[in-house]
């Protein structure tokens, strides 16, 4: 049996979600992060419970990211973390954005 596939359909699609992957690594707008003159960056681990694929992992890191003082963020699937490298980073404020994206917080390792 033969199916016909709508193109213009499947390119609209298609266009859809590569524009939807392009907003998940889009750059912050309207924002300069200046590093305080001589101060290193501080890194803090996450230890995070709950997240079972690579969707979770994006959105723990698109809401680490909006975090202030937040300037690199790395989630690792597999150790269930996160690691958070920035200036004057608050416990209280990385937690509570791992618990908007659906996620509990553990324990925070570092300085």
Do not use: R
């Amino acid at each position: 049996m033969n199916q016909k596939i709508d193109t213009d359909n499947k390119e609209k699609h298609q266009s859809s979600i590569s524009q939807t992957v392009k907003n998940w690594f889009k750059p912050k707008e309207n924002v300069v992060e200046v590093q305080p003159s001589g101060e290193k960056p501080l890194k803090k681990l996450l230890i995070i419970e709950g997240m079972s694929c690579g969707h979770c992992t994006m959105k723990v890191k698109s809401e680490l990211m909006d975090v202030k003082g937040v300037t690199q963020v790395q989630v690792n699937l597999t150790k269930q973390s996160a690691l958070v490298e920035g200036f004057h980073l608050n416990n209280s404020d990385l937690m509570q954005a791992v618990k908007t994206a659906g996620y509990c917080v553990t324990q925070i390792l570092g300085q």
